[in-house]
C-alpha cells in the first residue's frame, strides 16, 4: 500500500502517506477506517480569462485527491492578489473556483487572501478515504497495464499562446481538458480496483511515470505511439513553443530513461511537457484493464488510452522507463 523512509523510525503510525514519499497528497488515519488526505496547490495564471484560470486552478488542486483515490469533502480558497488591479478580477477568478469546487461535492470553507504584485490562486484541500483503500503511485506490478486520461500538451499550448502564436480559440481542447475534474477517473478506478496512480503534472509523463516506476520497484515500458496528445502541440514543438520545464524535465529524468531511436525528438519533447491539471496515470492488473478503460470512458468528461505496460525491474540497471 505505502512504503515507509528507513529514516522516520519516530513516524507517527496514524500518518500513512507522508511528504517523503514524494506522492500527491498525504494520508494520515482517523480511526480504524476513516483516514484525511490533504494537499495544497497554487499558481500564477496560465490562462487569460479569470473564471477560466479559476477552473482550471481548482481543479488542479482537487486533482491531488483524486489521485489517491480520496473523496473531497472541503476546501479552502489561497490567492495573491495587487491592489492595482481591478478587484472584479478576484471575484471572477474566486467564481471560477467555485463552480469546480462545487461540481465536485466539495464545501468551501473559506481562505485567505494575501497582497502580492503576482497574482497567485489554488485551493488547500481535504478529503476522505479508507486506510485500506490508499492509491499511492508505488503500487505498480509487473504485468499491469498503464493508462492515462488526458491526453498531454497543455505546457507547450499555454506557452505558445503566451508567444501570441497561436489564438485564444486554438487554446480550447488545452483549456477544458485542464478544467475538466479527474473525479470520474477516480471514481472508476476505485469501484475496478487498480495498483497504482499519479497525476500527470509539472515533471510531465516522463517524470510522473519515474517517479511511479522507481517507488513501485518496476521498469515501465510506453508505446510512444499509443500516447494521446492534443492538436498541433508537435507543430507547436517544431516551432519551438516549448516551455522551460520541458528542458529541466528532460535533464533531470535522463539517467533512468532509454529512447528507443525511432522515437523523434518531438515526440520526446511531448513526454517532458509539463501539464497543468493532467490526467491520472493508472497501473492496473491486465485483467481489469477493458473493465477500467470502458468505466471511464462511459462519460464524457474524460477519455482513457492505455499507453504502456509494467516491466519487471533489473536490479542493476537504473533503468526505470523504456520508451518504444
Ligand atoms: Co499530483
Ligand atoms: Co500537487
Ligand atoms: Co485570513
Known sequence: MCYL?????????????GFDMSDDAGVYQITPDLALVQTVDFFTP???????YGQIAAANSLSDIYAMGG?????????????????????DILKGGEDKIKE???????????TDE??????????TIHPAKVVT????????????????????????????????????????????????????????GVNACTDVTGFGLIGHTCEMAQGSKVRIRIQ??????????????????????????????????????????NLRIAFCDPQTSGGLLIS????????????????????AFIIGEVLGKDPLSPIAIEVI
Open 5 to 17: 523512509d528507513k529514516n522516520t523510525e519516530n513516524r507517527d503510525p496514524n500518518l500513512l502517506v
Open 46 to 52: 496560465i490562462v487569460d480569462d479569470p473564471f477560466l
Open 71 to 91: 473523496k473531497p469533502l472541503t476546501a479552502l480558497s489561497i490567492a495573491c492578489f495587487s491592489c492595482s488591479l481591478d478587484p472584479s478580477i478576484l471575484v
Open 104 to 114: 465536485s461535492g466539495t464545501i468551501l470553507l473559506g481562505g485567505h487572501t494575501v
Open 118 to 127: 503576482e497574482m497567485k490562486y489554488g485551493l488547500s484541500v481535504t478529503g
Open 137 to 192: 503511485n508505488s503500487g505498480a506490478k509487473p504485468g499491469d497495464l498503464l493508462i492515462l486520461t488526458k491526453p498531454l500538451g497543455t505546457g507547450i499550448i499555454t506557452t505558445a499562446f503566451k508567444f501570441d502564436m497561436i489564438t485564444e480559440a486554438e487554446t480550447k481542447e488545452a483549456t477544458t481538458n485542464m478544467a475538466t475534474l479527474n473525479r470520474a477517473a477516480s471514481e472508476a478506478m476505485q469501484r475496478v
Open 224 to 265: 510512444s505511439a499509443a500516447v494521446p496528445i492534443m492538436v498541433g502541440v508537435l507543430s507547436l514543438i517544431e516551432q519551438e513553443a516549448i516551455p522551460g520545464g520541458a528542458f529541466s524535465n528532460r535533464r533531470y529524468f535522463q539517467d533512468w530513461v532509454t529512447f528507443e531511436d525511432a522515437v523523434s525528438e
Open 284 to 303: 492496473v492488473p491486465k485483467e481489469r484493464a477493458d473493465e477500467l478503460l470502458a468505466e471511464i470512458n462511459k462519460g464524457k468528461e474524460s477519455k
